[in-house]
């Protein structure tokens, strides 16, 4: 029985986490999600739109405004707006999914993330134990090709990456096993959209 408000999900089900400020969400977040569902062969994906990101020194916009955006954007029936992250009280990513798999001790949970974020994640709070804790499915994003091949998480788990022709066996490994794919890029970012004056 949940505590919270939370997504139901059946045992065995693989679900992707998709963690990330949506402030605004875009045509990239659907784009990635699509594809994280068919290459990681996931039953749903799960949009956290998180209260903040503690690294970031300006809030977001209200979440409930960014939450009401995101389900305007998508209408996806395997594709699941959530704002879990609050429910659970949690800032830190590490935080949130060991509650999350602690809730939900029959799903098979994936991280997913664009490039951007495999080129900064060891900036984050207990990075390694993320890796450790589910797969992570890493997401091709316009120019951060290089810069997240070379990233010191890359290199960190470098034995434990698999190759993008088995990504469908990813959300079916035990961690730590990580996959970066390629796909038909989308260059849309949230910053640009704020940037223009398009959201606010
Ligand atoms: N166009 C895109 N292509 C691939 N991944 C993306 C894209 N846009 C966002 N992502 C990924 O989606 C997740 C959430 O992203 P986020 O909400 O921070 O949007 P953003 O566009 O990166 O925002 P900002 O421009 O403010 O940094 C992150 O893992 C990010 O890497
Ligand atoms: O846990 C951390 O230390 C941490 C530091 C920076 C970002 N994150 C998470 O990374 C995801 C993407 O953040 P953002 O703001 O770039 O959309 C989102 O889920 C954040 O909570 C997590």
Redesign the pocket.
Known sequence: MLRFNLPKSNAGRRVGL??????PAHEGHVRISEQALKRFDLDQVWW?V?P?????PQG?APLDKRVAHAKRLIDHPRIVITDV?TQLDT??????LRALRDIYSTTRFTWL?GA??LA??H?????QD?FQLMPVGVLARPGQGLAAQCAPAARRFASARLAARDSRLLSHCTAPAWCFVDMPQNPAS?SAIRNRGGWG
Not at 18 to 23: C, H, I, Q, V
């Open positions: 998709l963690g990330g400020s949506f402030d956290l998180s903040a990101n503690p690294l970031k977001p992250e800032r830190f990513t590490f935080d949130s993330m951007d974020n900064q994640i900036q984050w709070r207990d990075w993320i949230s």
